[in-house]
């Protein structure tokens, strides 16, 4: 199993950008595909993106075009890179192993202002 932490939120105003990332150490990070997930207040937890083991992604359609997933392998890490951002991506971020959901980590808060 990966254990994993999410860094790299923060306060950012509508149009800014954030790179968040995502540790993982436990297992061979390799072998996984890895997401990234938001729950915004109130709302359900969502896969915003997702990058397989191969490194072909996928997105949800609301950050398509402003929103890139990607990982490296040697440093066991995947990360997002958000672009654009609308208040509407105000959430707290996760990532993790969507074929196998593991344990979630503490996330981190993205917070967009208008």
């Known amino acids: 199993q990966v254990q994993l932490v999410e860094s790299g939120g923060g306060l950012v105003q509508a149009g800014g950008s954030l790179r968040l990332s995502c540790a993982a150490s436990?297992?061979?990070?390799?072998?996984?595909?890895m997401g990234w997930y938001r729950q915004a207040p109130g709302k359900q937890r969502e896969l915003v993106a997702r990058i397989s083991r191969a490194g072909g992604t996928n997105y949800i359609d609301s950050v398509k075009g402003r929103f890139t997933i990607s990982r490296d392998n040697a440093k066991s890490t995947v990360f997002l890179q958000m672009n654009s951002l609308k208040p509407e991506d105000t959430a707290v971020y996760y990532c993790?192993?969507?074929?196998?959901?593991?344990?979630w980590g503490q996330g981190t808060q993205v917070t967009v202002s208008s």
């Open positions: 436990g297992s061979i990070f390799s072998i996984y595909a």
């Open positions: 993790n192993t969507p074929d196998t959901l593991g344990d």
